[in-house]
């Protein structure tokens, strides 16, 4: 009976982290490049690009010119500050490289969000 117990309570820990981390990084819609990779959770924060050029931080839209002082406010408590960049597919790529390149100015981690083939 015990052991029945903690599989219950392993189950429940899993699925209450699981569930967090899925609210944190999908709040934008945006319809992600596909690829294989991993999956990695992480205290991260969400950059998110769409079509309209139009930049989001977590949820929060901010100016292209405002992004990096509002991402290094965001990171200044991480240890390991990292990013998730979600961009749509049809996104200019000096875009991208210009958040890449507001990244490896600070030291930031990036990882890009892609959906996985299905």
């Known amino acids: 009976m015990s052991s029945m117990t903690d599989v219950v ?36 924060v969400a950059v998110t690009i769409n079509n309209k050029n139009q930049f989001y931080l977590n949820a929060e839209r901010v100016n292209k010119s405002a992004l990096e002082k509002q991402l290094i406010q965001v990171l200044a408590s991480s240890k390991t500050p990292s990013l998730v960049l979600r961009t749509e597919q049809k996104v200019a790529i000096q875009e991208v490289v210009y958040v890449m390149n507001i990244a490896n100015k600070n030291g930031i981690k990036v990882v890009l969000a892609v959906d996985t083939p299905q």
């Open 9 to 44: 309570f392993l189950l429940l820990i899993f699925f209450m982290i699981a569930s967090t981390l899925a609210k944190q990084l999908n709040t934008i819609e945006v319809k992600l490049p596909k690829a294989d990779g991993k999956t990695e959770n992480r205290n991260t």
